[in-house]
């Protein structure tokens, strides 16, 4: 079902920023999920249509348009990442892999 988004004024800026928490985030979630809509579209035209497509009916034709409403449906969320723990992961992947090769 669309909402009628006619305009980068709706969804607004500041109701995106309250879901998201902060300008950069924002930024950098819609510019990634802009990305993968832009590959989803250009997969079609190939017959792959391997990527994930679009979480919402929409009236936009721009895929930041889009970005931005899968934002403000709480289709699309941010996720905290630790830096250390991922860290610690490949790390420790990285010592499996070695044990691994050691003994085979």
């Known amino acids: ?6 305009t980068m004024m709706n969804p607004s800026i ?6 998201v928490g902060s300008k950069f985030r924002l930024v950098t ?3 990634m999920r802009s990305r993968e809509i832009t590959n ?9 249509g391997a990527s994930i497509p679009p979480q919402v009916a929409s009236t936009a034709s721009k895929p ?10 709480d289709k699309i ?7 250390e723990a991922e860290l610690g ?7 499996e892999n070695a044990l691994d090769y050691v003994g085979a």
Do not use: N
């Not at 989803?40 to 792959?48: A, E, F, P, T």
């Not at 889009?66 to 449906?73: K, T």
């Open 1 to 6: 079902m669309a909402h009628g988004y006619d």
């Open 14 to 19: 500041e109701g995106l920023l309250g879901d």
């Open 29 to 31: 979630l819609s510019a």
């Open 40 to 48: 989803y579209v250009g997969q079609l035209s190939r017959g792959m």
């Open 64 to 73: 930041l348009s889009i970005a931005f409403e899968e934002i403000a449906a």
């Open 77 to 83: 969320v941010a996720m905290e990442v630790d830096p």
């Open 89 to 95: 992961l490949e790390a420790e992947t990285e010592a």
